[in-house]
């Protein structure tokens, strides 16, 4: 299994960023995938998740109406749309997927939110 984030970078206050995990290694429309974040000097924190044919998207309060989840099956592709970005969203991106009791984890994207 491998996962491979990418799409971050600097940008301003209010601005988005769309943020995508490249999977491979396992069936990617069978497996529900997930978005988090760790900034520095805090837990990792979930942000939200898809099932594996997007029927069912769940999201944590705090990215709630600002953050959309998404994927492309046919692309093995998952996305992360960022929108009204603060500085508090800085932090580190990871993509996660739990197959058959394993969880797998991307390596992560750097994302920071300042003018």
């Known amino acids: 299994v491998q996962l491979v984030e990418s799409g971050g970078g600097l940008v301003q206050p209010g601005g988005s960023l769309r943020l995508s995990c490249a999977a491979s290694g396992f069936t990617f429309s069978s497996y529900a995938m997930s978005w988090y974040r760790q900034a520095p000097g805090k837990e990792r924190e979930w942000l939200a998740r898809?099932?594996?044919?997007?029927?069912?998207?769940n999201y944590a309060d705090s990215v709630k109406g600002r953050f959309t989840i998404s994927r492309d099956n046919a692309k093995n592709t998952a996305y992360l749309q960022m929108n009204g970005l603060k500085p508090e969203d800085t932090a580190v991106y990871y993509c996660?997927?739990?197959?058959?009791?394993?969880?797998?984890w991307g390596q992560g994207t750097q994302v920071t939110v300042s003018s």
């Open positions: 996660s997927t739990r197959t058959i009791g394993s969880d797998y």
């Open positions: 898809i099932s594996d044919l997007a029927r069912y998207t």
